[in-house]
């Protein structure tokens, strides 16, 4: 099977004087906008694991989000205790600050 340089660069039509050079995804062939891995979206995504990320920090197991069963407030810090509707911008605000991959590492 023979490839000619035409079918893996295309250039696009000018954009402000300017031409966009395109490139064959690395693993497989997809032409796209080059990028650092040089690989297409879906690569990219069979490639990364992202729960592992999120996970990791101090303890690196399972995220909890504790929840009382008699009042049904969420716990938000060690002594507080906060009522939040399900599905809520608030509690969804708690659930992201318990992911330690998405704080900056104070050092």
Not at 9 to 29: K, R, Y
Not at 32 to 49: E, K, R, S, T, V
Request: hydrophobic content about 35%; overall charge neutral.
């Amino acid at each position: 099977m023979s490839f000619s340089s035409e079918q893996f660069i295309s250039v696009e039509p000018p954009l402000n004087g300017m031409t966009a050079i395109q490139i064959p995804c690395c693993l497989c062939g997809t032409v796209i906008f080059p990028n650092a891995a040089n690989q297409c979206g879906a690569c990219l995504a069979q490639q990364f694991d992202l729960k592992s990320l999120l996970q990791r920090g101090p303890g690196g197991g399972e995220l909890a989000v504790h929840q009382c069963r008699r009042c049904r407030r969420f716990r938000a810090s060690e002594k507080y205790w906060e009522e939040l509707e399900p599905e809520s911008p608030e509690l969804l605000k708690l659930c992201l600050k318990q992911i330690p991959a998405l704080h900056g590492h104070l050092g």
